[in-house]
């Protein structure tokens, strides 16, 4: 009973937990719908920040990501508040709802009045009985026994801010003993329970899951409003989740009902002599009817006592409604989180450790009991539950989402969401294998199988999401390799503390057989071979394919070898162990023992590495110490990952035998995992990996962006500065921009003649006469390395047969800035009509050569008060007979990012240098 209560409980916290994310998804809705203004800056927002495309390197994402939280926090952190008082909504008004019931009920109690006589005085004083000996005695509950002909037919309990009540009608308080004790032992167990307002606020919940869904539904009645970005896609996660609430809700009150069942039966031997003792509901008419009930019916019933569960506790449906609500629930916390810090938060790993805890967590000490009362209980609903729940939790966008990465990463590449269920399956597999072999009377094993899988979860789940969110092409393909394994959720201790839980498992799974004995020697010789091969392998290849230069980044890769070599031995030793466990112990027992074995054999090739290593090289105080925590924590990961792809398989296609491995084992299981090794040695690797040449392209990534300058140092001479240049030697100047400029696109259409405002067309001064020989040459980068709308630099030298003043130069351009600081120019695609123009006068810097600075804005209004903003800067240059001009541009969403401005300006700067230089030359 206190077990049975103890699964209530965490099923009452997943349906609350879900309830929240109703009101959370409302709170969504409502910025949706009615703050499109606010949606508008944070498109702006983002689109300068660039977060739309892949920073050029690390450190700019970590620049990026504070700009970005800078920008978005005072447009996000109203979202967040009206989420959680979206969620708060949902709380308050399901409470007030099972409040007024409540006292609704106890009105139209007094209303109907109690009935009287020998019969109820006789009922009254057994149920005190019957109190005491169900220990209800600190909050004893009060009988009302109704009056014949009452509105109410049927016996219930219901509580408030008093004491509980438990109503029976007169006649069954008038009738056989054995009657009236099943019915209030019935409701006792419902007191004892302590969930009766959970139960009515149970109840409610599923009036609120359907009344906050019709109310996300008015922005319909307003075009404007209903397609507001993410209304859409919100409007289909309330429908999604006020369904998945109501079947939850369903289910928890029927297994209330049947975990009361069991308490009111005295003799279970013989179930159906109760049956007419219990609610005798009418079987629902068809599927949907059946799915909502919350109540179960007469046959559920009875067969329920036969066999001493809930039938289909722990079977697909439940299993697959755990793990959707486990993934969905949780995003919004975290969406919230990213809304209240400006999405400059960390990364969404804890979100998922967290959901896959979770999941372990509720469906263990299910499964257990599951697997007790039916060994024979076939394992495929669980797994498969998991896997689609855990998969389609994933896919659809969360609350605060518009878009799911899941969804996203599946249009990318469809090949992701098989591999999802996948994972989710062959983790699901590994639970269900931890939790058959638990006695569920035994707290300490059903703790320790829980925590073990748990660990388990908490590591699997955030890489195979990991993986999939970066399948879609949005980070380098040698990170997203490498980023499943390496990166954790909280800890890089992660998967050592997973491993302890497991070798808890295994000792307590042991200790707990009816005859544990010492692992046979022929498995310690087996476990030692795998061991010493995989550490041999390590050691030639660190004095084989070390770099003699000792360069850290052409060892990356090697590094990454032979962290593969130890985790792989580790999976050798546990295939073999899976395969050839003796008969009489558990899956328990034989899956926690078979990975804490194969875990110890991984840290022993590791360490035996990472020892020939630091020999080969020499102890290096402030570097070894930290690459010791990989070699023991990275190895271990790749293991647990592996685990749950090789394990689910073994545990399915073998069963146990009665002998243990013999003579030709141990060579075997050398033999294969050296012939593994040898082919991660040579190359095969790399398919994981990378090579050092992708490592020296994320070394490159990683590196900060240079300090933004626009001086340059050019020493001037009037050597091939002096005379007229031909026209293929001005092509050739300006094609020396292509040396700084790799990746960029040559553009022609920059290339084109100069336009004259306006106000410039009416100055007096003359421009300098047209030059003698003209080159130019322009350039433009992808929104993907110069994000967010790319970037664009032209380059002219002009050259003349008589040297130019520099002041004749540049006094147009002075007094055109002068005369025309702000003008504006028709343009019939801004929202206003016209494009607004600012010029101004800026430093060239240091060149060592006449030179003149100068910037223009160009601000075109759009909707919704959104505008493009087009920035140039240009730098003239007089050189002799020469005038080299190179001009920076960069167009915007809204106000231009000064950090991207300077880099742009550095860019532009050693270009003029490279141009320059050629000249000089």
């Not at 050597?719 to 050739?732: V, W």
């Not at 300098?768 to 322009?778: C, L, M, R, S």
Request: proline share 8%.
């Amino acid at each position: 009973m206190r077990r049975s209560t103890g699964d209530l409980g965490r099923m009452y916290a997943l349906l609350f937990l879900l309830l929240g994310a109703i009101g959370l998804n409302a709170g969504w809705i409502a910025t949706m719908s009615y703050a499109i203004g606010a949606h508008t800056r944070f498109d702006a927002c983002m689109a300068n920040a660039g977060t739309l495309w892949p920073a050029s390197d690390l450190a700019e994402a970590e620049a990026t990501r504070q700009e970005l939280g800078a920008c978005l926090r005072p447009v996000t952190q109203p979202w967040a508040l009206i989420m959680l008082a979206g969620a708060l909504t949902a709380f308050v008004l399901t409470a007030l709802l099972a409040g007024a019931g409540a006292v609704g009920v106890r009105r139209r109690l007094r209303a109907e009045g109690r009935a009287g006589g020998p019969a109820v005085d006789t009922a009254t004083a057994r149920f005190a009985e019957l109190c005491r000996e169900q220990g209800v005695i600190s909050r004893r509950p009060r009988l009302h026994v109704l009056r014949p002909g009452a509105r109410f037919s049927e016996p219930f309990t219901t509580a408030g801010m008093g004491r509980p009540v438990v109503v029976i009608p007169a006649a069954v308080a008038c009738a056989a003993p054995d009657v009236l004790d099943a019915v209030v032992r019935h409701e006792l167990a419902h007191v004892r329970s302590r969930d009766v307002f959970l139960a009515a606020g149970a109840w409610w919940s599923g009036w609120t899951g359907v009344l906050l869904p019709a109310v996300c539904a008015a922005p319909l009645l307003d075009p404007r409003r209903a397609g507001a970005p993410g209304y859409g896609a919100g409007l289909l996660v309330a429908v999604v989740l006020g369904g998945l609430l109501l079947a939850l809700r369903a289910h928890v009150l029927r297994r209330r009902e049947l975990v009361a069942d069991r308490a009111a039966v005295v003799h279970p031997a013989r179930p159906d002599a109760f049956a007419h003792l219990l609610r005798t509901a009418d079987r629902p008419a068809g599927r949907l009817r059946s799915l909502l009930a919350v109540h179960p019916d007469t046959p559920a019933r009875i067969r329920a006592l036969s066999t001493g569960t809930a039938g289909t506790d722990g079977g697909f449906l439940p299993s697959a409604v755990t793990a959707l609500v486990s993934l969905i629930a949780v995003q919004p916390v975290y969406q919230v989180f990213l809304h209240w810090v400006g999405w400059a938060g960390p990364s969404s790993r804890p979100l998922f450790a967290v959901a896959g805890g979770l999941v372990a967590v509720l469906l263990i000490p299910v499964w257990a009991r599951r697997y007790a009362a039916d060994p024979k209980a076939p394992w495929w609903p669980p797994v498969l539950g998991v896997a689609l729940g855990g998969a389609a939790g994933f896919l659809l966008p969360g609350p605060g989402l518009p878009v799911s990465p899941g969804s996203r990463a599946l249009s990318a590449n469809w090949i992701t969401g098989p591999l999802l269920v996948l994972a989710f399956g062959g983790t699901a597999v590994l639970l269900v294998a931890l939790a058959r072999g638990v006695d569920p009377d035994r707290r300490g094993q059903l703790l320790a199988a829980t925590v073990a899988g748990a660990g388990v979860t908490a590591v699997t789940v955030p890489a195979a999401v990991q993986a999939v969110i970066e399948s879609g092409g949005m980070l380098h393909p040698t990170f997203m390799r490498l980023a499943m394994f390496y990166g954790a959720a909280w800890s890089r201790a992660e998967p050592a503390v997973a491993f302890v839980a497991l070798a808890a498992l295994a000792v307590v799974a042991a200790r707990s057989a009816p005859r544990p004995r010492p692992a046979p020697r022929p498995v310690l010789g087996l476990l030692v071979a795998v061991a010493v091969a995989a550490a041999t392998a390590g050691v030639v290849m660190t004095l084989v394919r070390q770099s003699p230069d000792g360069d850290r980044v052409a060892d990356l890769p090697l590094l990454w070898h032979r962290w593969w070599v130890s985790a792989l031995a580790g999976a050798v030793a546990l295939i073999v162990l899976l395969t050839r466990s003796p008969a009489g112990r558990t899956t328990t027992l034989r899956l926690a023992g078979a990975m804490t074995a194969a875990a110890v054999v991984t840290l022993a090739a590791a360490v035996a590495q990472f020892t020939a290593r630091a020999v080969a090289t020499g102890w290096d105080n402030d570097y070894h110490p930290w690459l010791l925590g990989q070699y023991v924590t990275v190895p271990l990961r790749l293991l647990l990952l592996i685990s749950a792809v090789v394990a689910p398989v073994a545990l399915l296609v073998t069963r146990p035998v009665r002998r243990t491995p013999g003579r030709l084992g141990t060579p075997l299981a050398a033999a294969v995992t050296a012939l593994v090794c040898a082919a991660v040695m040579f190359g095969a690797g790399e398919i994981l990996t990378g090579g050092t040449a992708d490592a020296r392209s994320l070394a490159a990534k990683a590196q900060p962006s240079p300090p933004s300058t626009t001086s340059i140092a050019v020493t001037p001479t009037s050597t091939a500065t002096s005379g007229l240049l031909t026209p293929e030697q001005a092509r050739r100047a300006v094609d020396a921009a292509d040396a700084v400029l790799p990746g960029w696109a040559t553009n022609p259409a920059l290339a084109g003649g100069d336009d004259k405002s306006a106000c410039a067309a009416t100055l007096v001064t003359p421009p300098i006469a047209e030059p003698d020989v003209e080159a130019a040459k322009g350039f433009s980068a992808t929104p993907e390395s110069q994000p967010p709308s790319g970037a664009h630099i032209v380059v002219t030298v002009e050259s003349y047969q008589q040297a130019p003043r520099p002041e004749a130069v540049f006094a147009p351009l002075r007094q055109e800035i002068d005369a025309c600081g702000s003008y504006s120019e028709p343009n019939p695609e801004a929202s206003d009509g016209r494009s607004h123009m600012r010029l101004s006068v800026r430093e060239p810097g240091a060149i060592g050569h006449p030179s003149f600075g100068y910037g223009l804005v160009r601000t075109d209004k759009g909707p919704a008060d959104l505008s493009a903003v087009t920035t140039v800067h240009a730098v003239i240059v007089v050189v002799g007979h020469h005038v080299v001009s190179v001009g920076a541009i960069l167009p915007y969403i809204g106000e231009p990012s000064g950090r991207r401005l300077a880099a742009l300006d550095t860019t532009a700067a050693r270009v003029l240098a490279e141009v320059l230089q050629h000249l000089e030359s």
